[in-house]
């Protein structure tokens, strides 16, 4: 088992900056990668980002493309999403996932997800 909290989110205006954090315990962070997803009311949850187990390669949605930053730091067993030129459409609960290495945009390959945290952007 992987257990996974985020932290970071909150209100901010639109052209703000965020950075949300997530914090793995349990079996050996770098053993997976990655993913931040991201759900508003009454959408389906969507990718966001993702990285893989060393940190060597990033993946992202387009509509974060640019703007949103996923790192790694295996020795904190933590991963990070620095959220840029943050826009009204960005509100959603963000959720960090861990699992293999494919398929990085797919919420069904993940088998480890956090709790979520809010992220609001006003206008």
């Known amino acids: 088992q992987v257990q996974l909290v985020e932290s970071g989110g909150g209100l901010v205006q639109a052209g703000g900056s965020l950075t949300l954090s997530c914090a793995a315990s349990g079996r050996t962070f770098s053993r997976y990668a990655m993913g931040w997803f991201r759900q508003a009311p009454g959408k389906e949850r969507e990718f966001v980002a993702a990285i893989t187990r060393s940190g060597g390669s990033t993946y992202y949605a387009d509509s974060v493309k640019g703007r949103f930053t996923i790192s790694r730091d295996n020795a904190k067993s933590t991963v990070y999403l620095q959220m840029n030129s943050l826009k009204p459409e960005d509100t959603a609960v963000y959720y960090c996932?861990?699992?293999?290495?494919?398929?990085?945009?797919?919420?069904?390959?993940?088998?480890?997800w956090g709790q979520g945290t809010q992220v609001t952007v006003s206008s």
């Open positions: 996932a861990a699992g293999p290495e494919r398929e990085f945009d797919d919420v069904g390959e993940y088998d480890f």
